[in-house]
């Protein structure tokens, strides 16, 4: 199902390698994030290729969306929160002063665990990105990326016609997918899924799976689930986390058969999670 | 005589309360069977035959015998032992004094609800009824539709409409004054402030809330009112000593609490999630408020905005110091206008005769203004409820 | 990074800077305006709370005074009579009558109280404290009029005019030469040993001036140096002032002499209402306050919790009891006004209660307040969580004995800071009374609840439209008193719910 991807050159915590250009989308150097007092991520070093899967797991409270939130620095939101280390997006460091978060956040999408579309019709939904960011001339073009968008995310088919309707009307899983139109619209070039599946029914869940397949071939996708299943059939390369800390990230096949920390294998069989 | 009625009857329940319980212990042998009940409550529940009994002939009394009589304090002495004896008497160990005396509690519980129903039914009643009587003198066509208000005037004319157009128009006023001033300052407050700065700022805005309107209307008349008719002037505008600018500016200004109270209650209620979705669009926090957070809430805060029109609609005290007295059809606000409750508070102030149209046709206008504040109130607050159930 | 739009970026965050600061700005305009408000009030409030006296050198004169019968006697005579001896030079019934107009009505009351505490003084001369007119009071306290007294800088001559009431002032020069160096305009008064002239003006080139205080006939000329002589300047013209220039130079020369005494105005609180400003205080309010709000709270309290205790712990879930919560909540936005017409129709004219009477105004506002406590009390009761209700029924409790033993303790805190700011909103409700018959000029301190009277609001009120200088000043500080005894109550709701309330 998936080929794996740079595969010789992914690096374990155990073996800092320097990084040969050009191949890593997002990378993390010493990663430490405090909520107040309390260290929720300690010492982060990862390497995140591009037009790939890649999935966080873990027990609940291990650090997977929290980390998942720094890349598009969506901790800003939270007054207590800390982040320091080096965080790069096609290796410009996302913490720099002179980068404007506002433009950042369009190029890093994020898909919520419970589906949040506004409370607007599905075209507006959609629209709203390339509003803001005057990715659209006029109404034409507007109209195009929100259709493209719309396809792209697998929805245009069942909402052609009703795109004046509200978002909020829609079933669950075709939610999530106007969430995910909707981050696809601004033309992000990442985009992050936090338990994107979390909230829906298994065909919907089936559906979005599908749906990621297809995009990881123009997208770099980060996914968090809790569900190692998922992260089984949907990643190329998973990242475990525990307690804060990431403790190995490999292939998704080779981590999930053979893997070589012995806290992944106990969290793999079930020992505990 | 009222005090001592009432001492005697209390006084009654004492003793019949503290008869009562030794009588329950009493009935108790040692190594017995036990009551069912608290001896307490075998004296409460004889207490409260004392005082129904007593109230019951203490009523009567003043009816039959006059309120200063004498006879009354003794009827109602005579109302409470004859109330607590059959009580007192029912007293075994089986018997239920404890429930007994509960649904007794419930019924007065019940009676003190009724009070709020009861005021409703006593405004409308009373306020329809003399709408009623003037509707006779006066035709309800020509006070609805009426162009001119002189009830004092010969021959008295009550058409209702530069009443409505009076208040209507310092309404507008209060509500473009307090409208984007309680919106903003919600949404700063909501939004922007820190934890520090809001409960600094709250508590001014509640001190605002809690002047009295008499307060307001003073300083309406006696420092906004002259402050607006000399700039008016120095702006060749000719501007009355009581225009409805100076009223309609205050009157805003005590509804702004409101508005930012209210608004700032439906901001907090729109879910997080909402602008976390927004945020990770890469819009920014202003961008948000106005095109995600505020049509969320946009339902809670028109109903908002209803409360704070019936509000500066229902005002009085502002208005009769600041407003003018002299119906005025117009939509000048440096004129002096006069509203609904103007009227209402002179034609009733002082002393007349209570059935003559001049009196009534108060009566009329605060039906009017009963009836529309009512609906105004009724559809905001499902408004609200609506909405609530829309989140939860 | 990618898609470089720096102009529209740029425009967003302008966009967002002004947003933000209008927020601010909206919050800044309203703390503004609450401030000047405050200040405002304060500022004239404040002459109110003192009051200004003469002292005099009374004769208590035994011919006008009973000794038995203390109170009645002619004290006000002999209050004018001394004080018409203080101004020897004042002469003509108008003049002194001009003279005593300047004491209040309630001048002698002072002297009175003296003689009744101690009669041994009748047939002595005593020095007495005289309350002065409200417009003296004004003027002293530089309300009525600004004043500059100047010492003349040049020569001045004074000349009488014959056959003319009226004189003419030259200094080294005549005529329009004089006004300017002598420094002199129109409305000027000059102040001069022997007697007071005002500037009239130029007439047939020479500087008029009409006489104030006169100087006696045998006067004719005087030269008097630099500095011998003073301009008096109002601000205010004669005309438009309620304290002409005699009545002015007199009380300066009062002032002068250290006979003015400025005291703090007990009075304000000990007595009632009056005509006169300077006599007017707000006790018989304050009573009538008191006694309508202890109406009011004892009704509405007790009905407010049984109702909340109902409706929130025992009455069904069915659409009655729907109705109910909308009607109380309905209730609690009529405006006042509408509960003052109701009290009327009602309690006035159907149950035929004594109009203006505090149990009247009791009644209305107990009605007024009420589905504010209900609405209150029951949210205080809903924020108590079920567990405790659960443990008492588990332990055999019954459902009475479980609310009124358990949940409605743990409630009263959040049931009474509602209650409190229930209270202050009835402290100062207005226009319902009014409706009832509070309107009244009510001089007495009301005796009881079925007594006439009004309250602070309504007071307030009523002197505000008083014409008089002097009461806008008296209703400002009714006001301060009034917000003192709201900020009070707020303070104590607000500590009893940072001491007591739990938060669950």
Known sequence: MNAPVHHQTLITPAHPKALASGQFKVTARDVDVYYGEKQAIKKLSIDIPDRAVSAFIGPSGCGKSTFLRCINRMNDTIPTCKVTGLIDVDKRDIYDPNIDVVQLRAKVGMVFQKPNPFPKSIFENVAYGPRIHGLAAGKTELDEIVEKSLRKAGLWEEVKDRLAQPGTGLSGGQQQRLCIARAIAVNPEVILMDEPCSALDPIATAKIEELIDELRQNYCIVIVTHSMQQAARVSQLTAFFHLGTLVEYGDTNEMFTAPQEKRTQDYITGRFG | ?392 | MTEVRDELVKKRYASERRFRFYGAAALILTALFLAVLLIDTVIRGIPAFHETSVEVDVNVNAADVDPANLPGGNYDKMIKEAFRAEFPEVTGRANQKALTALLSTGGADALRSMVIADPSIIGKTVTVPVLLGADADMFLKGQLTDQTIAPGKATLHVARLEGEEGFVLTGEKTGEEAEKQLGLATGDVVRFQGGAVRVTGMQNGYLKADPVLPPDAAFSTGNFDAGQWDIVSFSVPQANRRINDNQALWLDKLKQEGRIENSFSWRFFQAGDSREPELAGIRGALVGSLLTVLVAISLALPLGIASAVYLEEFAPKNKWTDLIEVNINNLAAVPSIIFGLLGLAVFLNFIGLPRSAPLVGGLVLALLVLPTIIIASRAALKAVPPSITEAALGVGASKQQAVFQHVLPLALPGIMTGTILGLARAFGETAPLLMIGMIAFIADVPQGFTSAATVLPVQVFLWSDLPELAFKSKTAAAIIVLLVVLFALNAIAIYLRKRFERRW
Not at chain 2, 50 to 72: E, P, R, Y
Not at chain 2, 202 to 207: A, D, G, Q, S
Not at chain 2, 322 to 340: D, H, K, S, Y
């Open chain 2, 1 to 392: 005589m009222f005090v001592w009625t009432v001492l005697l009857i209390v006084l009654m329940a004492v003793i019949a309360y503290w008869a009562g319980r030794t009588h329950a212990a009493g009935l108790v042998t040692a190594g017995g069977p036990r009551l069912h009940s608290l001896p307490s409550y075998h004296g409460l529940f004889t207490a409260a035959g004392a005082m129904i009994g007593g109230l019951a002939l203490a009523i009567a009394g003043a009816f039959v015998f006059g309120s200063q009589s004498l006879l009354t304090p003794v009827a109602a002495v005579i109302g409470a032992a004859l109330g607590a004896f059959p009580l007192y008497s029912k007293s075994s160990l089986d018997f239920r004094a404890r429930n007994n005396f509960e649904r007794v509690v419930l019924v007065l519980l019940i009676t003190c609800s009724a009070v709020a129903i009861l005021t409703t039914i006593g405004i409308v009643f009373s306020v329809l009824y003399e709408t009623l009587i003037f509707f006779r003198s006066v035709s309800p066509i020509e006070f609805l539709f009426g162009t001119h208000w002189s009830p004092t005037g010969t021959p008295a004319s009550f058409g209702f409409i530069p009443l409505l157009v009076g208040t209507l128009l310092i309404t507008v006023i209060a509500i473009a004054v307090a409208g984007p001033l309680g919106l903003l300052s919600a949404i700063y407050m909501a939004e922007y402030a820190s934890p520090r700065l809001r409960s600094f700022l709250k508590p001014i805005l509640e001190i605002l809330a809690g002047i009295p309107t008499v307060v307001l209307g003073f300083f309406a008349a006696l420092t906004v009112a002259p402050l607006i008719r000399s700039s008016g002037e120095a702006m060749g505008f000719s501007v009355a000593s009581e225009s409805a600018l100076a009223a309609g500016l205050v009157m805003g200004m005590m509804i702004v609490p409101l508005i930012s109270s209210l608004s700032d209650d439906i901001i907090n209620a729109v879910p997080q999630s909402l602008r976390d979705g927004s945020y990770a669009m890469g819009a920014t926090k202003s961008e948000t408020i106005k095109k995600v957070v505020l049509p969320a809430a946009l339902p809670g805060i028109v109903s908002a905005f209803m409360l704070a029109i019936s509000r500066a609609i229902g005002e009085t005290m502002i208005v009769v110091m600041a407003a003018g007295l002299a119906a005025n059809l117009t939509a000048n606000p440096l004129a002096a206008v006069t509203t609904i409750t103007v009227q209402i508070a002179t034609l009733l102030v002082g002393d007349q005769e209570f059935d003559s149209p001049k009196t009534l046709s108060a009566f009329a206008l605060g039906f009017v203004l009963f009836f529309f504040t009512l609906v105004l109130n009724y559809i905001a607050l499902r408004i609200v409820q609506k909405y609530r159930e829309q989140y939860d």
